[in-house]
T-cell receptor, first 113, second 114 residues
């Protein structure tokens, strides 16, 4: 039972264009969402997060949008750069005390020069 | 500020053996979580420790156990290794201060069970 789904295993975009990575979730108890970037042989690096009380959070080139009614979030990267090429994981945590993260299976982003 | 570190980087064991993986939390963080990442999948939550006590557990059998020490470093122990335990094991630390504390990950330990 996958509670967090990233349905696109891979995405290829041109340098300078927008990259949009999508994530769907099923658990209504999730109240905090995060995006992590992972390079080979490294651990996931935190990118940006959003609380369920917001619908948008922006940090430089990265913007995360949350649509609670659709149980959908997306990460926009504008403009995309070759150094953004990595695997991106969407993660969610619920309101319990442990704050365990539930991850999607990841989307591999390739930014072409 | 020192980030999260893990040791060893790689490990090869045989089925039935036991293994101990280590993690040093980011400076000032009092919470550590362990995750297992199988090939082609996202990380899966194993358990979390807060101030030396287990603070939640995922769907993993009891042969997966852990410890957190007074300096907030941590160990993950796996007994009776099975082939399916081959994975990247990630440690993440956080400061349990608000309901939205972010977890910061170490580079992981790649475990291969033969």
């Amino acid at each position: 039972d996958q509670q967090v789904k990233q349905n696109s295993p891979s995405l290829s975009v041109q340098e300078g264009r927008i990259s949009i990575l999508n994530c769907d979730y099923t658990n209504s108890m999730f109240d905090y969402f995060l995006w992590y970037k992972k390079y080979p042989a490294e651990g996931p690096t935190f990118l940006i997060s959003i609380s369920s009380i917001k619908d948008k959070n922006e940090d430089g080139r990265f913007t995360v949008f949350l649509n609670k009614s659709a149980k959908h979030l997306s990460l926009h990267i504008v403009p995309s750069q070759p150094g953004d090429s990595a695997v991106y994981f969407c993660a969610a945590s619920d309101g319990t005390g442990r704050r365990a993260l539930t991850f999607g299976s990841g989307t591999r982003l390739q930014v072409q020069p | 500020e020192t980030g999260v570190t893990q040791s060893p980087t790689h490990l090869i064991k045989t089925r039935g053996q036991q293994v101990t993986l280590r993690c040093s939390s980011q400076s000032g963080h009092n919470t550590v979580s362990w995750y297992q990442q199988a090939l082609g999948q996202g990380p899966q939550f194993i358990f979390q420790y807060y101030r030396e006590e287990e603070n939640g557990r995922g769907n993993f059998p009891p042969r997966f156990s852990g410890l957190q020490f007074p300096n907030y470093s941590s160990e993950l122990n796996v007994n009776a290794l099975e082939l399916d335990d081959s994975a990247l094991y990630l440690c993440a630390s956080s400061l349990k201060r608000t309901s939205t504390d972010t977890q910061y990950f170490g580079p992981g330990t790649r475990l291969t069970v033969l």
